[in-house]
Nanobody
């Protein structure tokens, strides 16, 4: 079993900043892939930022230069620093990780989601 605990969402004015955190716990041998997705009302879930193990980070064009994904492997935690927020960033943000468990099984896990609301 692997669990994710997200935190850091909330209400912020346009131009402001928020930092999301997602901590993984459980029977983890290795975390291979960590990412943040978001889903705005009436829209499909989209990949916002990804941090593969040992690879380059990548971002959806809409957030490049404003958002930064980082991971602390010692804490099994991924962060999303969001700066210069815009109303169109309003969405539920989901953490997503791919884990190799201690019984060497690959599992994908989603967080419960955290709401980010940006007011104009």
């Amino acid at each position: 079993q692997v669990q994710l605990a997200e935190s850091g969402g909330g209400l912020v004015q346009a131009g402001g900043s928020l930092r999301l955190s997602c901590a993984a716990s459980g029977n983890i041998f290795r975390i291979d892939f960590m990412a943040w997705y978001r889903q705005a009302p009436g829209k499909q879930r989209e990949l916002v930022a990804a941090a593969p193990s040992g690879g380059d980070t990548n971002y959806v064009d809409a957030v490049k230069g404003r958002f930064t994904i980082s991971r602390d492997n010692a804490k099994n935690t991924v962060y999303l620093q969001m700066n210069s927020l815009k109303p169109e960033d309003t969405a539920v943000y989901y953490c997503h990780v791919t884990v190799l468990t201690i019984i060497l099984k690959n599992v994908e896990v989603w967080g419960q989601g955290t709401l980010v609301t940006v007011s104009s």
